[in-house]
């Protein structure tokens, strides 16, 4: 069995003068969260439109578990967008039941899995309630049950947090965990980094319609480390000219607390162990660890330094904003 549920292959697509995606690949694993990273109007929504056939890529091929991509593979992914559409007037419970045969399950063993996951969630007291009725939250879980419902062997969230408090945010992470431990494959679309730290296995970073990033989210991490050191002392020290004129101080000072804080760079070849024999003496050390760079930090740095292809400069805002708004 190939390792890849899914792959998209040096996709392209054009809307009139702005091309959304410039030779754009993804490969998904089986049983692994992807995040699909970038920011507004960096090809992301086109992506997942080409990925569920909602529109046609002009360039490029999509295989899914092994096999060129068709629309009955339709059939075996969910997908979540980030622009919710329920029907307000319709009792919750019944919508429910209605996107559940629409994806093929039969009544009885329909009703049987949402109202498993509805008491899951929290929410069978709404069964019988007007989706009018709910909270933006209270509608979201309902969407993301509809979604997942006939066990898809691909899951596509968009913003799945929307509308969300930390305590329901928390529900919806770990039940994502739990279909990814299960064996489901998940892209996942968010602009939350902390949230892809959480979750994501891989990612895919997309600026300027260009993937610019992509792997193993601890491998791309790793990657990005600065040889960055912070030495934090319970008290306020004075480094020794010696030791100040070899390293490069990116922090020194002393909080309200009194305790005194350094960030440094550390010098070629020194090992973690010999830099804190350096700075160990100075002072009562209250903690020591090397600085791994946040998704966060990685993400701004990345899309700082990719900027805007030539080609596309030229394009006015005008233009911009109704070619996104194809998206």
């Keep these: 069995m190939e390792n890849y549920l899914l792959e998209a292959r040096d996709i392209v697509k054009d ?10 690949s993804l490969r998904v694993e089986r049983g692994k969260i992807h995040g699909l990273l970038g920011p507004n109007g960096a090809g992301k929504t086109t992506l997942i439109r080409v990925l569920t056939r909602l529109t046609v890529p002009d360039e490029g091929e999509i295989t899914f578990a092994g096999h060129p991509f068709t629309s009955k593979d339709l059939r075996h992914i969910g ?15 019944k919508q429910a039941l209605y996107f559940a045969q629409l994806k093929g399950l039969e009544r009885k063993e329909a009703e ?8 899951r969630l929290d929410i069978i007291d709404w069964w019988d309630k007007k ?36 305590i329901n945010a928390e529900i919806l992470k770990r039940e994502m965990l739990r279909l990814r431990d299960e064996g489901h ?47 934090v002392y319970d008290s306020e020290i004075e480094l020794p000219e010696e030791v100040r004129e070899k390293f490069v101080l990116r922090t020194d000072e002393t909080n309200l607390y009194g305790q005194h804080t350094l960030v440094l760079e550390n010098t070629p070849g020194m090992s973690s162990r010999e830099l804190l024999a350096t700075f160990g003496p100075i002072g009562e050390v209250v903690s020591y660890e090397e600085i791994i760079p946040s998704m966060n930090d990685i993400f701004i740095d990345v899309v700082k330094k990719s900027g805007a292809p030539t080609e ?16």
């Excluded at 997908?79 to 419970?93: A, H, I, Q």
């Excluded at 891989?202 to 050191?229: A, P, Q």
């Design 312 to 327: 596309l400069q030229s394009i006015t805002d005008k233009q911009r904003e109704i070619e996104e708004s194809h998206e």
């Design 185 to 231: 494959s998940i892209i996942f679309s968010t602009h939350d980094m902390y949230s892809v730290e959480e979750l994501c296995d891989n990612i895919t970073l997309i600026n300027h319609s260009h993937v610019v990033l992509d792997g193993d989210i601890h491998e791309v991490r790793n990657d990005y480390r600065g040889n960055l050191y912070r030495i």
């Design 15 to 24: 809307f009139s003068a702005h091309r959304a995606l410039d030779h754009a």
């Design 112 to 119: 049987r899995r949402l109202r498993e996951w509805f008491e």
């Design 131 to 166: 989706v009018g009725e709910l909270s933006k939250g209270m509608a979201q879980k309902v969407q993301f049950i509809c979604t997942i419902i006939h066990q898809p062997d691909l899951l596509i969230f968009d913003e799945p947090f929307s509308g969300f408090d930390p």
């Design 79 to 93: 997908y979540l967008p980030e622009e919710r559409g329920l029907y307000p007037k319709m009792k919750v419970g």
